[in-house]
Nanobody, 121 residues
Framework: QVQLVESGGGLVQPGGSLRLSCAAS????????MGWYRQAPGKQRELVAT???????NYADSVKGRFTISRDNNKNMVYLQMNSLKPEDTAVYYC???????????????WGQGTQVTVSS
């Protein structure tokens, strides 16, 4: 089995910063892309950022210039540095990874349980 565990969420004032972390563990042969999605109350889950194994990032327009995604392939971890946070960034943030559990399996997408980020004064 595979687990993705997020950490680092919390309450922060507008303009503040938070750093999310996500650790992938379990039976993992290789990880393709990793990333972050978010879901605000009453809204659909949306892309925040993804990063390839070769460290090529992709960002939603709403977070470009404020958020930075990075990963550590040796530790199977992905990070999201969030700066200049706005109230509209409030959401549950989910870690995701597209990975292969063995050399013989096709890649599948796995999700973490989510971590709450609240931006409020």
């Amino acid at each position: 089995q595979v687990q993705l565990v997020e950490s680092g969420g919390g309450l922060v004032q507008p303009g503040g910063s938070l750093r999310l972390s996500c650790a992938a563990s379990g039976r993992i042969f290789s990880i393709n892309y990793m990333g972050w999605y978010r879901q605000a109350p009453g809204k659909q889950r949306e892309l925040v950022a993804t990063i390839t194994r070769g460290d090529i990032p992709n960002y939603a327009d709403s977070v470009k210039g404020r958020f930075t995604i990075s990963r550590d392939n040796n530790k199977n971890m992905v990070y999201l540095q969030m700066n200049s946070l706005k109230p509209e960034d409030t959401a549950v943030y989910y870690c995701t990874a597209d990975l292969r559990r063995t050399s013989r399996e096709e890649s599948t997408t796995w999700w973490g349980q989510g971590t709450q980020v609240t931006v409020s004064s």
